[in-house]
């Protein structure tokens, strides 16, 4: 099975290379395209990817046809591969934010195989976590071919469309604001004596080792709090100090402001 790829910015790579770690794809499977030669020819090289000369030629080539190009030119990308698409043998798969589902049949039509995704930085070290939609034309082995994609480069939810704002804010914003938290943490232990990169890695093996006991656990997060937070101790101090400054309040508004800036920029 072929994969093409037409556009190779950073979240194409970052896709390829969780693909690649994950051996779910051989380099020789993975086509790509993009508009600049001069930028997807040497990428290419240097991974063994394959290369084609357009657009219409990776969706001929490819059983799954991923769109990973800027909103502005998706009319004209989407029109100039519809052909190679007519027969619905081919599924297209979106990584473009904003994109609906309807949007991308209207112009490439009602038989073709359409999964709709928003898959965040992370798959590029297989922990990514992507909201997928399908249309009614992607069933069967052509659906798992589609989810499996993105199953090798981490977790997937299938949500409605209307659901991916708040999904893009908080898995495709998040790392960036858990980065934050984590360097938050390894100031704090600098402060204290520890070198930044000590305390780097301790901050963020901390926060690894939470996120995975959140994930296995059948308890809510406040219910581990409790666990670790002892009366009386050194750790029910330092929560409710960041309670005292805010720091939920901070994250709900964090979001909400994520939000606002995504919904703003589709009108």
């Given at each position: 099975m072929?994969i093409g790829f037409?556009g190779v910015?950073?979240?194409a790579?970052a896709?390829?290379?969780g693909?690649l770690q994950a051996?779910?794809?051989?380099?020789?499977?993975i086509i790509?395209?993009?508009?600049?030669?001069?930028n997807y020819?040497?990428?290419?090289k240097?991974?063994?990817?394959?290369?084609?000369a357009?657009?219409a030629?990776v969706?001929t080539?490819?059983?799954?046809v991923?769109?990973?190009v800027?909103?502005?030119v998706?009319?004209?990308?989407?029109?100039?591969i519809?052909?190679q698409?007519a027969?619905?043998?081919t599924t297209?798969?979106?990584?473009v934010a904003?994109?609906s589902?309807?949007?991308m049949?209207?112009?490439?039509?009602t038989?073709?195989p359409?999964l709709?995704?928003?898959?965040?930085?992370?798959?590029?070290?297989?922990?990514?976590?992507t909201?997928v939609a399908?249309?009614?034309?992607?069933?069967?082995?052509?659906?798992?071919?589609a989810?499996?994609?993105?199953g090798?480069?981490?977790?997937?939810t299938?949500?409605a469309?209307?659901?991916?704002?708040?999904f893009?804010?908080?898995a495709?914003?998040?790392?960036?604001?858990?980065?934050?938290?984590?360097?938050s943490?390894?100031?704090?232990?600098v402060?204290y004596?520890?070198?930044?990169a000590?305390?780097?890695?301790?901050?963020?093996?901390?926060?690894?080792?939470?996120?995975k006991m959140?994930?296995?656990?059948?308890?809510i997060?406040?219910?581990l709090?409790?666990?670790?937070?002892?009366?009386?101790g050194?750790t029910?101090?330092g929560?409710?100090?960041?309670?005292?400054?805010?720091l939920?309040?901070?994250?709900?508004?964090g979001i909400?402001a994520t939000v606002?800036k995504?919904q703003?920029?589709?009108h």
């Amino acid at each position: 099975m072929n994969i093409g790829f037409i556009g190779v910015g950073g979240m194409a790579q970052a896709i390829i290379a969780g693909l690649l770690q994950a051996k779910a794809f051989l380099p020789e499977d993975i086509i790509v395209h993009s508009r600049r030669q001069e930028n997807y020819a040497p990428y290419a090289k240097q991974h063994g990817l394959m290369t084609a000369a357009s657009n219409a030629d990776v969706a001929t080539q490819s059983d799954l046809v991923v769109l990973a190009v800027t909103p502005n030119v998706v009319p004209d990308v989407l029109r100039e591969i519809k052909p190679q698409l007519a027969d619905g043998q081919t599924t297209l798969i979106s990584i473009v934010a904003g994109l609906s589902l309807a949007t991308m049949g209207d112009i490439v039509g009602t038989k073709v195989p359409i999964l709709r995704t928003l898959p965040n930085v992370n798959v590029e070290i297989g922990a990514g976590m992507t909201a997928v939609a399908a249309n009614s034309q992607l069933t069967g082995g052509k659906l798992t071919s589609a989810l499996g994609v993105f199953g090798a480069i981490g977790t997937t939810t299938q949500l409605a469309e209307d659901q991916f704002g708040i999904f893009s804010a908080l898995a495709g914003s998040s790392p960036a604001y858990i980065d934050l938290f984590i360097d938050s943490l390894s100031r704090a232990g600098v402060k204290y004596g520890l070198t930044k990169a000590q305390a780097t890695q301790i901050a963020a093996q901390a926060t690894l080792g939470s996120a995975k006991m959140v994930l296995k656990s059948d308890k809510i997060p406040f219910a581990l709090i409790d666990q670790v937070a002892s009366p009386g101790g050194s750790t029910v101090a330092g929560l409710l100090a960041m309670e005292e400054a805010g720091l939920m309040t901070s994250v709900v508004k964090g979001i909400d402001a994520t939000v606002a800036k995504d919904q703003a920029g589709r009108h």
